[in-house]
């Protein structure tokens, strides 16, 4: 099994619906990091979380590391059209700097006007 | 924008020839990653350096080799391109002034036949 799970794999949501996308780790999580691609492009970096029980917002996306820090969540409220692509998670499990960072597989997210 | 840049952003190749592909960066940032990204697998970290001339293996080195004896640059080589290298490879930088996010380049799609 991978060490980084996303769920749901996919998801379609009409616009202006909430969604929940969850990361969980089979290990401790040092850090947690949330990235948003769009098809054919590069990684953007949406937000990182480190301490057990963060929690941060960026526009309408929220993201919480939870107190045993083996799960994060990314929350979006009220759906739009341009939160379409493809949420990618990526976890230091090591500690010391980050830079042996796993990923998980993705979750496609579609938003149906 | 993290002032990445990576050439070439498409490349095909026969199996048995030399690659490489480069990462070029505009800021002086000190950490700079090789990744590779295929269907399935998520994105899994080839190499990275942590200064001119400081190189690590990640996940999945075999098959690949690295050079940075600038810091602008980070050279990714395929020494005999084989079928199993075809994927999309992402570079990332990091600043590592007490900052822990990778900020990504926008990909090279590398097609060895």
């Known amino acids: 099994s991978q060490e980084l799970e996303q769920s749901p794999q996919s998801l379609i949501v009409q616009e202006g619906k909430n969604l929940t996308i969850n990361c969980t780790s089979s290990?401790?999580?040092?850090?947690l990091y949330w990235y948003k691609q769009k098809y054919g492009e590069g990684l953007i970096f949406l937000m990182m979380l480190q301490k057990g029980g963060e929690e941060k917002s960026h526009e309408k996306i929220t993201a919480k590391l939870d107190e045993k820090k083996q799960q994060s969540s990314l929350h979006i409220t009220a759906s739009q059209p341009s939160h379409a692509g493809i949420y990618l998670c990526g976890a230091d499990t090591i500690g010391g700097g980050g830079n042996k960072l796993t990923f998980g597989t993705g979750t496609q997210l579609k938003v149906e006007l | 924008d993290a002032g990445i840049t990576q050439s070439p952003r498409h490349k095909v190749t026969e199996t048995g020839t030399p690659v490489t592909l480069r990462c070029h960066q505009t800021e002086n940032h000190r950490y700079m990653y090789w990744y590779r990204q295929d269907p399935g697998h998520g994105l899994r970290l080839i190499h990275y350096s942590y200064g001119v001339k400081d190189t690590d293996k990640g996940e999945v080195s075999d098959g690949y080799s690295v050079s940075r004896s600038k810091t602008e640059d980070f050279l990714l080589t395929l020494e005999s391109a084989t079928s199993s290298q075809t994927s999309v490879y992402f570079c990332?930088?990091?600043?590592?002034?007490?900052?822990?996010?990778?900020?990504f380049g926008p990909g090279t799609r590398l097609t060895v036949t």
């Open positions: 990332a930088i990091r600043s590592g002034l007490g900052s822990y996010e990778q900020y």
């Open positions: 290990k401790t999580l040092y850090g």
